[in-house]
């Protein structure tokens, strides 16, 4: 269906889709079919819907628009460069260099190109966030959405509507048949989210053919019993069909929306449209040139893109986005004269910079031989911090009584759908969608975490792995961090995923060896910008070092640090190392063998990553190349500790899953004593 295209609609409709299979035919690799779809989709939410501005696509109070079908990239490539979006510097500040020029679109999929093959963020602007993994667009859009209403929720006033934004997404069968997706759709329906909008291609194509083959449930009534507002579009090239629904959109209140829309993969292709052909693979250099006389275009032009079809776009979102955007910039100055605190607040959001005192009411914990658990160490620090920093919040997967991960202090609030500028979250049992949507709150501006126990950082990983290649500041608690947990039993107890998680570039791993540790440790991972941390606390206690006579904690920040050092030498003659309540340990078998003389180094290392950042000068003075004698000591497997105890050093650590008894019999089970310690120390030391 055309007839409810204008000619200069048509034009740029199929110039998008000639750009897309031109780009994936050039590159040889690529998937053509989806955006040749999608095109009039992706025509109007640019041209007509988003709230957003070329010139500025960082621009504050802007609507954010997913493409959770990240195979289908040179849609957004297409619109992008078409809309002429400007790139943004390294201070998120608008040059004039294009986001998307032809040329890069012409090296779709090539070294240096921006057009890689699945949007990434940071990479180009105007992609909000990394795609690729089916699932993780979507679920990371409600992140958005509920950001977008926080932000109204505490900035907006009587006058002043600063923020009324909203997520469009487009997605796929893939995305709806991930679990993420089921999850995040229904906390948005819990949350009433009404600013998110969500296009379902229904196209009935996967790579191995019809959806037949393996997904045949009613999406519709799925997504009603979820609590949304379902629409049906039975034709993607029905631009007044599509129009009408996105102004159903903007008048529903307390549902989020759920678009489906009927289309046609590969759409003009005389041979492949409709089939699973046009999904992961070039049309095929003839098969293009016959598409494009279907369009009425000429065959033989490549990356052609006529100058009436840029002029459609300037006149369209170029113009529009451009004026509200100006309306925006005249508001928020009216609104900083009024409300100078807040207006601050969000300079600093913008700019990724944290309060002036942001870490006032972070104090030293005193001394204690008794201690107390890293997890409640953690929820002290984490509400002493949150005071301070306002647009820091999160929550828990069902689980906050526990991970000690709620914010208690007077105004912290829940967030809800009447309460929207509550900073407790209450994810349920949610927890792939939590870690998703904790990086559409972080992507937002936000300083957001959420917790879980660490053997759930399973169900988290695909998040956290997108946090670091993203390069976003998301944190993750984890607490209950090894077989410390006790009678839960080995499904409870992990021990290969400190390992797991510090296998991810890019991602600053915690394990703190008592509250002073704790707290530091917080300070480091707040003052990252682009590096996810992840922070590892246990259920037992561990007791307060003494830091009259140990080493300061404040030597976290550099991953690693000399906790007890070595009498009356420069050298010593073996060193100690461990992360977590095996630092204690170590510190008694330290005190044992300082005794019989043996000149003896305690190596706390709360973090590897942050280690491996230092100077290999500090890196040599903490672990001294000369000394081979090396004991490692850490709840887990030994994967990543061999650079650290080189060829000579001893290991203990978990070689198999955990059992369940109380925790005290597990660590004498395993060996993890004191005792056992020294004797390993003794045993190297004699090597």
């Known amino acids: 269906m055309t007839l409810s295209m204008t000619p200069s609609e048509k034009k740029a409709i199929d110039t998008i889709r000639t750009l897309s ?27 007509e819907v988003l709230k957003f501005d070329p010139a500025n696509p960082a621009w504050l109070g802007r609507d954010r628009f997913v493409l959770s079908v990240g195979h289908a990239s040179m849609l957004i490539y297409s619109l992008l460069h078409l809309a002429g979006v400007k790139q943004l510097d390294a201070h998120h500040q608008p040059t004039t260099e294009p986001a998307v020029s032809l040329d890069d679109i012409k090296n779709f999929r090539q070294l240096n190109s921006r057009c890689a093959g699945h949007p990434e963020y940071g990479h180009v602007s105007g992609v909000e966030v990394t795609t690729g993994p089916l699932g993780a667009g979507v679920a990371t859009s409600v992140g958005m959405a509920i950001a977008a209403k926080w932000f ?21 069968d ?62 993607v090239n029905d631009l007044p069909a599509l129009r009408q629904a996105v102004e ?16 046609q993969i590969g759409f003009g292709s005389p041979k492949l449209a409709g089939s699973h052909e046009a999904h992961g693979a070039p049309l095929g250099e003839e098969e293009v040139k016959a598409t494009k006389k279907v369009y009425g275009f000429d065959p033989e032009k490549k990356f052609a893109v006529e100058p009436e079809v840029y002029q459609t776009f300037a006149d369209g979102i170029g113009q529009r986005g451009m004026a509200l955007r100006t309306e925006w910039d005249k508001q928020f100055d009216e609104y900083r004269q009024q409300f100078a ?36 160490s953690s929820g002290k620090i984490l509400n002493q911090l949150a005071s301070k920093l306002p647009w820091m919040l999160g929550g828990s997967a069902d689980l906050a009584p526990s991970n000690k991960s709620n914010l208690t202090f007077l105004g912290a609030g829940e967030f809800s759908a009447e309460t929207p500028a509550g900073r407790n979250f209450h994810y349920g049992i949610r927890e792939h969608a939590m870690g998703a949507v904790t990086n559409g709150l972080t992507l937002s501006g936000l300083r957001a975490y959420c917790a ?45 995923h400190l390992a797991s998680l510090r296998a991810i570039p890019n991602v600053a791993v915690f394990r703190p060896a008592d509250a002073n540790e704790v707290s530091e440790s917080y300070k480091a991972a707040i003052r990252l910008k682009e590096t996810p941390s992840v922070l590892v606390f246990t259920r037992q206690n561990l007791p307060t070092i003494d830091r009259t006579k140990f080493g300061s904690a404040e030597g ?27 630092v204690g340990l170590c510190l008694d078998a330290w005190e044992k063998l300082t005794a ?74 395993f060996g993890f004593t004191a005792e056992n310690i020294y004797r390993l120390a003794k045993q190297i030391q004699t090597k």
């Open 21 to 47: 299979m031109e780009a994936v035919q050039q590159a040889n690799s690529g998937h053509p079919g989806t955006p040749m779809a999608l095109a009039p989709l992706g025509y109007l939410l640019f041209n």
């Open 152 to 172: 109204a929720g505490r900035y907006n006033s009587s006058a002043h509507k600063l923020f009324d934004s909203n997520v469009f997404a487009i997605c796929g």
């Open 174 to 235: 893939g995305d709806m048949m991930e679990g993420v997706t089921a999850e995040a759709a229904s906390l948005a329906g819990h949350l009433k989210l009404s600013n998110l909008c969500w296009f379902y291609d229904d196209n009935k194509i996967t790579i191995e053919g019809s959806t037949n083959l393996a997904f045949t449930e009613n999406v519709g009534k799925r997504f009603e019993a979820y609590g949304w507002n379902v629409l049906q579009v039975d034709d």
């Open 248 to 263: 159903t959109f903007r008048k529903t209140e307390n549902k989020p929306t759920l678009v489906i829309v009927k289309s």
């Open 341 to 376: 605190e807040q207006a601050g607040e969000l300079a600093k959001i913008t700019a990724g910079e944290l309060p002036d005192d942001w870490d006032a009411e972070m104090k030293p914990f005193s001394t204690d031989p008794k201690g107390i658990a890293s997890r409640v």
């Open 452 to 496: 879980t126990f660490f053997v759930f950082a399973d169900y988290l990983r695909p998040a956290i792995r997108l946090s670091a290649l993203m390069k976003i500041p998301a944190m993750y608690l984890f607490t209950h961090d090894s077989i410390g947990v006790g009678e839960d039993g080995p499904t409870h107890q992990p021990v290969e």
């Open 556 to 582: 976290t920040a550099k991953g690693a640090y000399i906790l007890a050092k070595e009498t009356g030498a420069s050298v010593p003659e073996i060193i100690l190392l461990a992360t977590g309540s095996e």
């Open 596 to 669: 019989e003389g043996i000149k003896t180094r305690v190596v706390s290392l709360p973090c590897f990553e942050l280690f491996e950042r230092q100077p290999v000068e500090y890196r040599n003075e903490i672990l001294p190349p000369s000394v081979k004698a090396r004991v490692g000591v850490e709840l887990g497997i030994e994967q990543g500790w061999r650079k650290y105890l080189g060829d000579n050093g001893v290991f203990l650590g978990m070689t198999g899953f955990g059992a369940s008894a109380p925790a005290e019999v597990l660590m004498k089970h």
